[in-house]
Protein backbone atom coordinates (compact mmCIF):
# COMPACT_ATOMS: atom_id res chain seq x y z
CA UNK A 1 0.00 0.00 0.00
CA UNK A 2 2.93 2.46 0.36
CA UNK A 3 4.99 1.50 -2.18
CA UNK A 4 1.73 2.44 -4.61
CA UNK A 5 0.98 5.29 -2.86
CA UNK A 6 4.92 6.35 -3.08
CA UNK A 7 4.55 5.67 -6.54
CA UNK A 8 1.59 7.43 -7.65
CA UNK A 9 3.07 10.58 -5.71
CA UNK A 10 6.24 10.18 -7.59
CA UNK A 11 3.70 10.45 -11.10
CA UNK A 12 2.22 13.17 -9.53
CA UNK A 13 5.24 15.06 -8.69
CA UNK A 14 7.31 13.84 -12.00
CA UNK A 15 4.17 15.70 -14.44
CA UNK A 16 4.30 18.56 -12.69
CA UNK A 17 8.51 18.88 -12.70
CA UNK A 18 8.73 16.74 -15.80
CA UNK A 19 9.13 19.49 -18.09
CA UNK A 20 12.09 21.34 -15.84
CA UNK A 21 13.84 18.56 -15.08
CA UNK A 22 14.03 17.18 -18.55
CA UNK A 23 15.14 20.68 -20.14
CA UNK A 24 17.92 20.76 -17.79
CA UNK A 25 18.97 17.23 -18.32
CA UNK A 26 18.85 16.87 -22.30
CA UNK A 27 18.94 20.42 -23.26
CA UNK A 28 15.80 21.24 -24.86
CA UNK A 29 12.31 20.09 -24.51
CA UNK A 30 11.08 16.33 -24.54
CA UNK A 31 9.33 15.00 -27.61
CA UNK A 32 5.75 13.19 -26.35
CA UNK A 33 7.39 9.79 -25.99
CA UNK A 34 10.28 10.33 -24.82
CA UNK A 35 7.87 12.56 -21.90
CA UNK A 36 6.49 9.16 -21.20
CA UNK A 37 9.20 7.27 -21.22
CA UNK A 38 10.41 9.01 -18.48
CA UNK A 39 7.36 9.41 -16.44
CA UNK A 40 7.07 6.03 -16.31
CA UNK A 41 10.50 5.27 -15.11
CA UNK A 42 10.32 8.42 -12.51
CA UNK A 43 7.50 6.64 -10.67
CA UNK A 44 8.41 2.90 -11.26
CA UNK A 45 9.63 2.39 -7.44
CA UNK A 46 11.20 -1.33 -7.99
CA UNK A 47 14.94 0.06 -9.43
CA UNK A 48 16.50 1.12 -6.32
CA UNK A 49 18.16 4.46 -7.24
CA UNK A 50 17.03 7.80 -7.47
CA UNK A 51 13.51 9.15 -9.32
CA UNK A 52 16.13 11.19 -11.68
CA UNK A 53 18.16 8.58 -12.55
CA UNK A 54 15.53 5.84 -13.25
CA UNK A 55 13.68 8.38 -15.86
CA UNK A 56 16.96 8.56 -18.00
CA UNK A 57 17.38 5.23 -17.86
CA UNK A 58 13.71 4.73 -19.31
CA UNK A 59 14.53 7.03 -22.34
CA UNK A 60 16.69 5.65 -25.33
CA UNK A 61 18.74 9.25 -25.53
CA UNK A 62 19.06 9.20 -21.15
CA UNK A 63 20.79 6.15 -21.20
CA UNK A 64 22.95 7.20 -23.95
CA UNK A 65 23.86 10.20 -22.02
CA UNK A 66 24.15 8.32 -18.74
CA UNK A 67 26.32 5.90 -20.62
CA UNK A 68 28.54 9.24 -22.14
CA UNK A 69 29.06 10.53 -18.30
CA UNK A 70 30.32 7.21 -17.24
CA UNK A 71 32.66 6.84 -19.90
CA UNK A 72 33.54 10.34 -19.21
CA UNK A 73 34.13 9.77 -15.77
CA UNK A 74 36.22 6.52 -16.62
CA UNK A 75 38.84 8.41 -19.12
CA UNK A 76 38.75 11.27 -16.49
CA UNK A 77 40.22 8.69 -13.70
CA UNK A 78 42.79 7.65 -15.83
CA UNK A 79 43.44 11.31 -17.43
CA UNK A 80 42.66 10.33 -21.09
CA UNK A 81 40.75 13.73 -21.72
CA UNK A 82 41.47 15.68 -24.72
CA UNK A 83 40.68 18.84 -24.39
CA UNK A 84 38.47 18.14 -21.65
CA UNK A 85 36.27 15.71 -23.56
CA UNK A 86 36.28 11.69 -24.20
CA UNK A 87 38.86 10.66 -26.81
CA UNK A 88 36.68 9.83 -30.16
CA UNK A 89 39.58 7.01 -30.94
CA UNK A 90 40.07 5.87 -27.32
CA UNK A 91 37.57 2.82 -27.42
CA UNK A 92 35.21 1.98 -25.69
CA UNK A 93 34.77 1.10 -21.92
CA UNK A 94 31.77 -1.31 -22.21
CA UNK A 95 33.70 -3.54 -24.32
CA UNK A 96 36.37 -5.90 -25.23
CA UNK A 97 38.01 -7.39 -28.19
CA UNK A 98 38.54 -11.01 -28.13
CA UNK A 99 39.75 -11.57 -31.79
CA UNK A 100 43.15 -11.86 -33.09
CA UNK A 101 44.95 -8.47 -32.42
CA UNK A 102 45.42 -6.06 -35.39
CA UNK A 103 47.99 -3.64 -36.15
CA UNK A 104 47.17 -0.35 -38.55
CA UNK A 105 49.71 1.52 -40.50
CA UNK A 106 48.19 4.68 -40.85
CA UNK A 107 49.12 6.51 -43.88
CA UNK A 108 48.76 10.18 -43.98
CA UNK A 109 45.72 11.41 -45.16
CA UNK A 110 44.51 8.16 -46.95
CA UNK A 111 41.38 8.00 -44.52
CA UNK A 112 43.15 6.41 -41.45
CA UNK A 113 41.36 8.55 -39.09
CA UNK A 114 38.04 7.82 -40.50
CA UNK A 115 39.07 4.25 -40.80
CA UNK A 116 40.14 4.25 -36.67
CA UNK A 117 36.23 5.87 -35.98
CA UNK A 118 34.89 2.12 -37.09
CA UNK A 119 37.53 0.32 -35.81
CA UNK A 120 38.23 2.02 -32.08
CA UNK A 121 34.83 1.38 -30.56
CA UNK A 122 35.47 -2.66 -31.04
CA UNK A 123 37.87 -2.61 -28.29
CA UNK A 124 37.74 -1.42 -24.69
CA UNK A 125 40.84 0.98 -24.31
CA UNK A 126 42.86 -0.46 -22.56
CA UNK A 127 43.60 -3.10 -25.31
CA UNK A 128 44.64 0.04 -27.29
CA UNK A 129 48.40 0.73 -27.29
CA UNK A 130 48.72 3.62 -25.71
CA UNK A 131 51.63 6.02 -27.50
CA UNK A 132 51.40 9.48 -26.73
CA UNK A 133 53.22 10.10 -30.38
CA UNK A 134 51.82 7.46 -32.63
CA UNK A 135 51.10 11.23 -34.99
CA UNK A 136 54.92 11.43 -35.29
CA UNK A 137 56.08 9.06 -38.26
CA UNK A 138 59.11 6.82 -37.69
CA UNK A 139 61.22 9.34 -39.65
CA UNK A 140 61.01 11.73 -36.69
CA UNK A 141 60.60 9.12 -33.85
CA UNK A 142 62.62 5.95 -32.77
CA UNK A 143 60.51 3.45 -31.38
CA UNK A 144 62.30 1.06 -28.26
CA UNK A 145 59.72 -0.08 -26.56
CA UNK A 146 61.85 -2.60 -24.88
CA UNK A 147 63.79 0.67 -23.13
CA UNK A 148 60.44 1.79 -22.02
CA UNK A 149 59.15 -1.31 -20.44
CA UNK A 150 56.40 -1.66 -22.98
CA UNK A 151 55.57 -4.95 -24.54
CA UNK A 152 53.15 -3.68 -27.53
CA UNK A 153 52.28 -6.99 -28.12
CA UNK A 154 50.09 -7.55 -24.85
CA UNK A 155 47.87 -4.85 -26.75
CA UNK A 156 44.95 -6.14 -29.11
CA UNK A 157 45.22 -2.61 -31.21
CA UNK A 158 48.21 -1.02 -32.43
CA UNK A 159 47.82 2.37 -34.95
CA UNK A 160 49.77 5.14 -35.62
CA UNK A 161 52.00 6.86 -38.38
CA UNK A 162 54.62 3.45 -37.89
CA UNK A 163 56.25 1.52 -40.67
CA UNK A 164 56.01 -2.07 -41.55
CA UNK A 165 59.08 -3.18 -40.11
CA UNK A 166 57.89 -1.25 -36.67
CA UNK A 167 54.68 -2.88 -36.52
CA UNK A 168 55.86 -6.78 -37.47
CA UNK A 169 59.12 -5.94 -34.73
CA UNK A 170 56.45 -4.62 -32.39
CA UNK A 171 53.37 -7.60 -32.43
CA UNK A 172 54.59 -10.70 -35.09
CA UNK A 173 51.29 -12.15 -35.22
CA UNK A 174 49.39 -9.25 -35.34
CA UNK A 175 47.40 -8.47 -38.73
CA UNK A 176 48.27 -5.88 -40.23
CA UNK A 177 46.92 -3.69 -42.62
CA UNK A 178 46.84 -0.24 -44.36
CA UNK A 179 44.93 2.15 -46.53
CA UNK A 180 46.43 3.37 -49.81
CA UNK A 181 45.15 6.66 -51.58
CA UNK A 182 46.07 8.07 -55.12
CA UNK A 183 49.43 9.19 -54.77
CA UNK A 184 49.18 12.36 -56.05
CA UNK A 185 45.69 13.01 -54.59
CA UNK A 186 47.15 12.01 -50.93
CA UNK A 187 50.72 14.64 -51.51
CA UNK A 188 48.12 17.45 -52.48
CA UNK A 189 45.60 16.57 -49.83
CA UNK A 190 48.55 16.94 -47.37
CA UNK A 191 49.82 19.94 -48.61
CA UNK A 192 46.53 21.38 -48.54
CA UNK A 193 45.91 19.86 -45.00
CA UNK A 194 48.95 21.03 -43.52
CA UNK A 195 48.07 25.04 -44.84
CA UNK A 196 44.81 25.36 -43.39
CA UNK A 197 46.07 24.72 -39.82
CA UNK A 198 46.04 28.02 -38.20
CA UNK A 199 49.15 29.21 -37.47
CA UNK A 200 48.46 30.72 -34.11
CA UNK A 201 47.98 27.17 -33.42
CA UNK A 202 51.35 25.54 -34.04
CA UNK A 203 54.97 26.23 -32.79
CA UNK A 204 57.19 26.67 -36.32
CA UNK A 205 60.26 25.14 -34.42
CA UNK A 206 58.22 22.13 -33.56
CA UNK A 207 55.62 21.80 -36.30
CA UNK A 208 58.78 22.58 -38.75
CA UNK A 209 56.15 20.59 -42.00
CA UNK A 210 53.06 22.91 -40.99
CA UNK A 211 55.63 25.49 -41.19
CA UNK A 212 56.78 24.56 -44.55
CA UNK A 213 53.69 24.87 -46.10
CA UNK A 214 52.89 28.22 -44.73
CA UNK A 215 55.63 29.47 -46.02
CA UNK A 216 56.24 27.86 -49.49
CA UNK A 217 54.11 28.10 -52.84
CA UNK A 218 53.05 24.20 -54.11
CA UNK A 219 55.88 24.35 -56.90
CA UNK A 220 58.43 25.55 -53.86
CA UNK A 221 56.95 22.79 -51.71
CA UNK A 222 57.40 19.63 -53.37
CA UNK A 223 61.11 20.55 -55.08
CA UNK A 224 62.04 21.11 -51.26
CA UNK A 225 64.93 18.53 -50.76
CA UNK A 226 64.57 18.91 -46.77
CA UNK A 227 65.06 15.04 -45.66
CA UNK A 228 62.88 15.33 -43.16
CA UNK A 229 60.55 16.90 -45.73
CA UNK A 230 61.10 13.83 -48.19
CA UNK A 231 59.91 11.50 -45.99
CA UNK A 232 56.84 12.67 -45.70
CA UNK A 233 55.84 13.72 -49.36
CA UNK A 234 58.58 11.95 -51.62
CA UNK A 235 57.41 8.16 -52.64
CA UNK A 236 55.81 7.87 -48.54
CA UNK A 237 54.48 4.44 -49.44
CA UNK A 238 57.95 3.08 -50.52
CA UNK A 239 59.68 4.47 -47.64
CA UNK A 240 56.91 3.12 -45.05
CA UNK A 241 56.43 -0.26 -46.55
CA UNK A 242 60.34 -0.39 -45.96
CA UNK A 243 61.32 1.32 -43.29
CA UNK A 244 63.76 3.57 -45.51
CA UNK A 245 64.23 7.01 -44.65
CA UNK A 246 66.43 9.77 -45.93
CA UNK A 247 65.95 11.61 -42.21
CA UNK A 248 69.66 11.21 -40.97
CA UNK A 249 71.34 9.37 -43.83
CA UNK A 250 74.62 10.43 -46.27
CA UNK A 251 72.46 9.60 -49.51
CA UNK A 252 68.79 9.01 -49.51
CA UNK A 253 68.64 4.89 -49.74
CA UNK A 254 64.93 4.86 -51.17
CA UNK A 255 65.49 4.30 -55.62
CA UNK A 256 63.96 2.04 -57.88
CA UNK A 257 65.65 -0.63 -56.38
CA UNK A 258 63.35 -0.07 -53.58
CA UNK A 259 59.78 -0.96 -55.23
CA UNK A 260 60.87 -4.97 -55.05
CA UNK A 261 61.38 -4.75 -50.89
CA UNK A 262 58.24 -2.45 -50.89
CA UNK A 263 55.96 -5.02 -53.22
CA UNK A 264 57.40 -8.01 -51.43
CA UNK A 265 56.36 -6.00 -47.85
CA UNK A 266 52.79 -5.65 -49.35
CA UNK A 267 52.52 -9.17 -49.93
CA UNK A 268 53.20 -9.86 -46.03
CA UNK A 269 50.48 -7.80 -45.50
CA UNK A 270 46.93 -9.75 -44.23
CA UNK A 271 44.85 -6.41 -45.82
CA UNK A 272 44.87 -3.81 -47.78
CA UNK A 273 42.48 -1.32 -48.59
CA UNK A 274 42.17 1.43 -50.69
CA UNK A 275 41.06 5.12 -49.66
CA UNK A 276 39.19 5.83 -52.73
CA UNK A 277 37.11 2.46 -52.49
CA UNK A 278 36.15 2.99 -49.08
CA UNK A 279 32.78 1.58 -48.29
CA UNK A 280 33.89 -1.61 -49.84
CA UNK A 281 36.96 -1.82 -48.19
CA UNK A 282 35.83 -1.11 -44.30
CA UNK A 283 33.07 -4.64 -45.10
CA UNK A 284 35.96 -6.61 -46.55
CA UNK A 285 38.55 -5.90 -43.66
CA UNK A 286 35.41 -6.58 -41.15
CA UNK A 287 35.10 -9.69 -42.54
CA UNK A 288 38.54 -10.20 -41.67
CA UNK A 289 38.68 -9.30 -38.21
CA UNK A 290 35.16 -10.77 -37.93
CA UNK A 291 33.19 -7.56 -37.04
CA UNK A 292 29.97 -5.78 -38.07
CA UNK A 293 30.80 -3.62 -41.29
CA UNK A 294 30.30 -0.06 -40.13
CA UNK A 295 26.62 1.31 -41.43
CA UNK A 296 27.70 3.88 -43.35
CA UNK A 297 30.71 5.45 -44.93
CA UNK A 298 32.87 7.35 -42.19
CA UNK A 299 33.90 10.54 -42.04
CA UNK A 300 36.52 12.26 -40.26
CA UNK A 301 39.69 14.41 -40.75
CA UNK A 302 38.16 16.29 -43.34
CA UNK A 303 39.98 19.27 -44.25
CA UNK A 304 37.38 21.22 -46.19
CA UNK A 305 35.50 20.71 -42.85
CA UNK A 306 37.52 21.29 -40.56
CA UNK A 307 37.44 24.72 -39.92
CA UNK A 308 33.82 24.28 -38.91
CA UNK A 309 34.43 22.22 -35.89
CA UNK A 310 34.69 23.81 -32.55
CA UNK A 311 38.58 24.54 -31.64
CA UNK A 312 41.10 27.34 -33.05
CA UNK A 313 43.13 24.68 -34.76
CA UNK A 314 41.92 24.82 -38.27
CA UNK A 315 40.97 27.73 -41.31
CA UNK A 316 39.16 27.92 -44.42
CA UNK A 317 41.92 27.63 -47.21
CA UNK A 318 41.11 27.84 -51.21
CA UNK A 319 43.05 24.75 -53.04
CA UNK A 320 46.33 26.12 -54.89
CA UNK A 321 46.78 25.89 -58.61
CA UNK A 322 48.88 23.35 -59.92
CA UNK A 323 51.46 24.89 -62.06
CA UNK A 324 53.40 23.06 -64.74
CA UNK A 325 56.18 23.12 -62.67
CA UNK A 326 54.17 21.92 -59.89
CA UNK A 327 53.16 18.57 -61.71
CA UNK A 328 56.32 17.55 -63.35
CA UNK A 329 58.06 17.75 -59.27
CA UNK A 330 54.03 16.02 -58.45
CA UNK A 331 55.06 13.48 -60.51
CA UNK A 332 58.93 13.05 -59.65
CA UNK A 333 57.71 12.41 -55.95
CA UNK A 334 55.16 10.07 -56.40
CA UNK A 335 56.71 7.52 -59.14
CA UNK A 336 57.62 4.97 -57.42
CA UNK A 337 53.85 4.88 -54.94
CA UNK A 338 52.31 5.00 -58.17
CA UNK A 339 53.79 1.42 -59.04
CA UNK A 340 52.90 0.28 -55.24
CA UNK A 341 49.31 1.76 -55.53
CA UNK A 342 48.90 0.08 -59.05
CA UNK A 343 49.70 -3.18 -57.23
CA UNK A 344 47.26 -2.60 -54.41
CA UNK A 345 44.44 -1.41 -56.57
CA UNK A 346 45.42 -4.91 -58.46
CA UNK A 347 45.38 -7.08 -55.63
CA UNK A 348 42.42 -5.68 -54.14
CA UNK A 349 40.13 -6.12 -57.21
CA UNK A 350 41.89 -9.66 -57.26
CA UNK A 351 40.38 -10.33 -53.74
CA UNK A 352 36.79 -8.98 -54.95
Known amino acids: MASGLKRRAAGVFGKVAAPVLLRLSLGQLP ?50 LIDGATPALGGNIYTAWTGRGVSFLHLEKCGGTALMHCLAPAFHPLQIYP ?67 DPAAIDPELSFSVSLAHRLSLEEFLSCDDPMLLDLIDNLYVRRLTGMYATGAAVDPVSEASVAPAMAAIEALNFVGITERMEESLARLAANMGMAAPEAKPRAN ?44 AGFDAAG
Open 131 to 197: DDHRDLPPNLMTRLPALRGVAPDKYSLIWGHYDVPTLQRFAPAHLVFTLFREPKARVLSLYHFWRSV
Open 31 to 80: EPAQRAAFLHGFAFDPLQMPPMLRGLLAMPRGRRMLRDAAAYGWHKEQDN
Open 302 to 345: VTAENYRAAGKWFRKMERPEISQAAAKWLERRTELDAVIYAKAV
